[in-house]
């Protein structure tokens, strides 16, 4: 690992003298279209050996092997020259009818963009990834391990920490969501691909046959609007084998809700939609009446509700509080949910599981299509002992969820979980933001020391009453 670990500083500490180069947003961007370059040729080696009469997508002076590949090749002016003229003009244009990589090509640089200036220090970060061997399988589980690292670094690259959900949480959600091979895995907000490549490592040790690795390829899905967000997303995929990643740059928000149809429908959403947003004029009349709204998350729930098989369908996302007490729209959503699914459980996460990004706490809703709800179970995630919030160097890990683990299959009342049933839920006007009943008993003091306080509350009240009156009488006379 210390020699990747190198490679990644070097690679940084080259790009931070480009003027070219403006934070870590686009620093980020630009050393992973080159590492996908660099993985995309590694793999053409593979494919030519497992692919019968495999053709690569790209023309003979592009490939990675021709510009890049020679140390003492193209550098300086003749290098920025040929990347900005020629590489990205043809990679955004390539034809998409040649195999399904050219698609995959396309889709990444259409909105990619060259941000380094300078050819020579260009050169020196392509020599650089040039030492890592993608087609060795250490070498690339290395980098993989490393690349979670990178994604990580987005949440303190301004907006773009929207992108990342705390693989923590990712995984845990993953694991109880339990997905099966064979099974439709989608996320119609994917951002960097976690939640996909959770999956993928749940159902990795059931993968033993060519037929089951084509089978795990073709059930996993993801869509994401934004460019960033879909290069890192895509690369991240063919990090964990991915040949041809199923990663579409698309906005399913874009789209009429009533063309969704049966065949659209999956067995698996998994999803941290992006709250906060808004949506473009008009997007919200892509929806029922009932449904009109600007804000993305809402249309996302929305959609997740839709496009869920109609039985079975099974799903986790991740929502601010504003949507449990939300009103309007978000009401109706949530009778939407409670009619159409069995929610029947909300764990509820303390602040700061998504800073520095956002302060804005948020719950983890576990719900199956095809039954309404009669009770939702509430769990209380705790602080670990001696945290008062999470940070960047302190996130939530996997393990805290231990407890809500154990807790799952054999459900009891505790200090953190408790139950409410759909007639409270429905009387509330469906506002789900129901407080832990059990911490605010705790927090009661006992009448004893009530009484107490009041009592010095009244005498210091009265003492004071006292002292307004003593400076009027004192002020008429």
Known sequence: MASIT???????????????????AQRISQMVWMIFMKIFADKE????????????????????????????????????????????????ELDVSLNPQAAIIRSVFEGTYNYMKNGTLFRQVINEINKIDFNDQGERHLFNDLYETILKELQSAGSSGEYYTPRGVT???????NPKLGESILDPACGTGGFLTCAIDHLREKVKTPKQRQTLQAGI?????????????????????????????????????????????????????????????????????????KETADLFM????????????????????????????????????????????????????????????????????????????????????????????KPITVEEFNTEKAWWTDRKETKQAW??????????????????????????ESPEKLLKKLKKSEKKIGKIQEEIMAVLDKALS
């Open 419 to 444: 139950r409410v049933g759909i007639d409270e839920i429905r009387e509330r006007n469906y506002n789900l933001d129901i407080k832990n009943p059990y911490v605010e008993a705790d927090n009661l």
């Open 171 to 177: 995984q845990f959600m993953v694991d109880i969501i």
């Open 221 to 293: 899905r993801g869509i994401e609007k934004k460019p960033l967000p879909h290069l890192l997303c895509t690369t991240n995929l063919m990090l964990h084998g991915f040949d041809v990643p199923a990663i579409k740059r698309d906005n399913y928000l874009s789209y009429p809700y009533t063309d969704w149809g049966k065949k659209d429908k999956v067995d698996i959403i998994l999803s941290n939609p992006p709250f906060g947003g808004v949506e473009e004029d008009g997007t919200e009349t892509n929806f029922p009446q009932k449904f009109r709204t």
């Open 6 to 24: 190198g490679i990644i500083k070097s690679i940084r500490d080259i790009m931070r003298k480009d003027t070219g180069v403006d934070g870590d």
């Open 45 to 92: 080696e593979e494919w030519d050996v497992t692919i019968d009469n495999y053709e690569s997508p790209l023309p003979e002076q592009l490939k990675w092997e021709s510009w890049a590949a020679d140390d003492e090749g193209l550098t300086g002016d003749q290098l920025m020259e040929f990347v900005d003229n020629e590489l990205f003009p043809t990679l955004k």
């Open 302 to 393: 929305a959609l997740i509700i839709r496009l869920l098989k109609d039985k079975g369908g099974r799903a986790a996302v991740v929502l601010p509080d504003g949507t449990l007490f939300g009103e309007g729209v978000k009401t109706r959503l949530k009778e939407e949910l409670l009619t159409k699914c069995n929610l029947h459980t909300i764990v509820r996460l303390p602040n700061g599981v998504f800073a520095p990004y956002t302060s804005i706490k948020t719950n983890l809703l576990f719900f199956e299509k095809g039954k309404p709800t009669k009770e939702i179970w509430y769990y209380e995630h705790p602080y670990p002992e001696g945290y008062k919030s999470y940070n960047k160097s």
